[in-house]
DNA sequence: AAAAGATACATACAGACTGTATGTTAGCGG
DNA sequence: CCGCTAACATACAGTCTGTATGTATCTTTT
């Protein structure tokens, strides 16, 4: 009865209030596109004011940014926790893993839609570059030592994007295993 | 002298005028971006009001949208009129043709940056459709004549996704000859 | 060809939003 | 326990969007 609830430190505060407004802000972007989502709509969702939002983010963009960090970081998450199902090919179990992973509901419209045209291709790229192209390019490399690592990088690229169009697809009804089959379809192509 | 320049039909006007909004737009929108730019800012370069975009526009989005049929036109128009160099090979000469229809300044940001956040990635497609996918899957469907349609669809939109891509990093200063060889492996994966 | 109506704008306004400046309260180091 | 700073809240200035309303210029009808 006595918990003096209000008594807690400077950073479990902040982390808590970054936290409220990332995933306030997450919900509005999913479902009016960042555009259309308000700053003053955010704090109210997250039952705050304008100040503690400005306070931790430069602007409306920092705030979409964060979201996307943390979006970014769960798909490398969820990549890495669904590896390789016993037996299965390589390639399969990281397209599915991948298709997987941008399943989440907003994920596509945050990380393939809003995120390249607010925060800049570059800027999308740095973010997930690492887990995106990276992997997809030392599994080419592997596969193709013939071929020149720029010719590689290029191919891991457009690809990528191929990708990403897959899972915009998936997330929109199309089925998986059609383009898993195209995937499989190319990559053998390209190494038989 | 007395040529009462002031006297012109309606329809001229109003082509004039949306001419001058457009070119104005497109300008602005490829300079600082769809979301930086403001509705004065466009009628002050078009050296019009406010009361005449509104006139001809529902609102800022459908200025967008006008400036995305325009470029969408002069795509394709591009495309035709580049055709096949003698003796060059389909593939690539579609190919070329295509990314160096992409390579108008400020034309990768319109179409595949802003115009798939403003307008959405359905109605995008939908102004594309036709020049875009629909060739390729045609292309598709003579090559691989043993795959399904919806196989074969499937495979024009993730590839189609591919070509964007290296539009786009081409347009960035990427080297076309690269990329083209890329297609060129994938392709000849897929139907040698 | 003159009235009646429609079209093509221009001007004025209401509401909302962004970012900043300025307060106030609560933790924190010495 | 005291100055300092971080974590907010509140108030404000400037700008933008879309609409409502006014006016001039065609266009159509009789």
Redesign the pocket.
Known sequence: MQEKN??????S??D???ARLINAARALFVEKGYAE?????I?KAAE?????L???F????DVFRAVIHMEARQIMESIETYAAQEGEDPLDAGSRGYFRAMAVPGRVQLMLIDGPAVLGVTEMDEIVEVGGVASLREGLEQALPERGSKDVAAMAIILSAAFDRAALEIARGGDEDRYLAAFRSIWSGLTG
């Open positions: 209000t008594r807690r430190s400077n950073k505060r902040s808590e209030m970054r989502t308000s700053t003053p709509e704090v705050v004011t304008r100040g503690a400005y306070h931790h430069a602007d409306k963009t």
